[in-house]
């Protein structure tokens, strides 16, 4: 029985997934989720109260995992250089949301709509997000001095992980490959590197320029 019920539970949710991402969250039906499952409807009460009681279930299958990445990398910063745990925690993210394509575009979708179901859902676990990038970037720049202050590299760290999501097809087309690609996330997460690493480069330019401009160059 147990069996069953997770096999149930689990059809729904995917059934789910794939519906919220194709026709977006109010797009969808407990009548659709229900066909695309082959369940009866009333499974779906049983086992998430309703509509919103999925969305919050896969909104939670998604953070959760996502904000554990963050997390672990975070309470390893005592023991480990801050930039190998920055980087790994972006690593650990790629390939989640790698593993979990639709999940992950739904997700990304639903937040940059600003609904207000999403708002009340996801309002702690952004607060939680922010406070692991920060902790994360803060460490690694401890010995730089930066023209940009912190919030803004978390939100364009936060933009460059979220955009192959958001926004796939311009992705592939400027760059020629999608996140669907087997290669993906290599390369990607090599710019990611090469963009992290350039934070500190910028003050080595900056002494450079100020160099040269002293010598009468």
């Not at 659709?32 to 086992?47: C, R, V």
């Not at 999501?165 to 999608?178: C, F, K, Q, T």
Request: hydrophobic letters at 40%; a neutral charge; one cysteine or more.
């Amino acid at each position: 029985m147990a069996n069953r019920q997770g096999t149930t539970k689990e059809a729904i949710v995917e059934a789910a997934i794939e519906l919220f991402y194709a026709k977006g969250y109010k797009g969808t039906t407990i009548r659709d989720i229900a066909t695309e499952a082959q369940i009866n409807a009333a499974n779906i009460s049983y086992y998430f109260k309703g509509k919103q009681g999925l969305l919050e279930e896969c909104l939670i299958r998604f953070f959760e995992p996502y904000l554990t990445c963050l997390e672990e990398e975070t309470g390893k910063l005592d023991k480990d250089q801050a930039d190998h745990c920055l980087k790994r925690a972006i690593k650990r993210i790629l390939v989640f949301q790698s593993e979990h394509k639709l999940l992950s575009r739904f997700v990304w979708r639903e937040i940059s709509i600003d609904s207000q179901t999403s708002r009340e859902i996801i309002s702690t676990y952004l607060m939680k997000e922010r406070f692991f990038l920060k902790n994360l970037i803060q460490a690694t720049l401890k010995e730089q001095k930066m023209a940009f202050p912190i919030s803004m590299l978390i939100i364009q760290l936060k933009g460059i992980l979220m955009m192959p999501y958001v926004n796939s097809l311009y992705v592939s087309e400027v760059w020629g490959m999608g996140p669907h690609e087997p290669y993906f996330i290599d390369k990607y997460y090599g710019m990611i590197s090469k963009w992290l690493e350039s934070w500190s480069g910028q003050q080595t330019i900056a002494k450079s320029i100020e160099s040269a401009a002293s010598n009468g160059f």
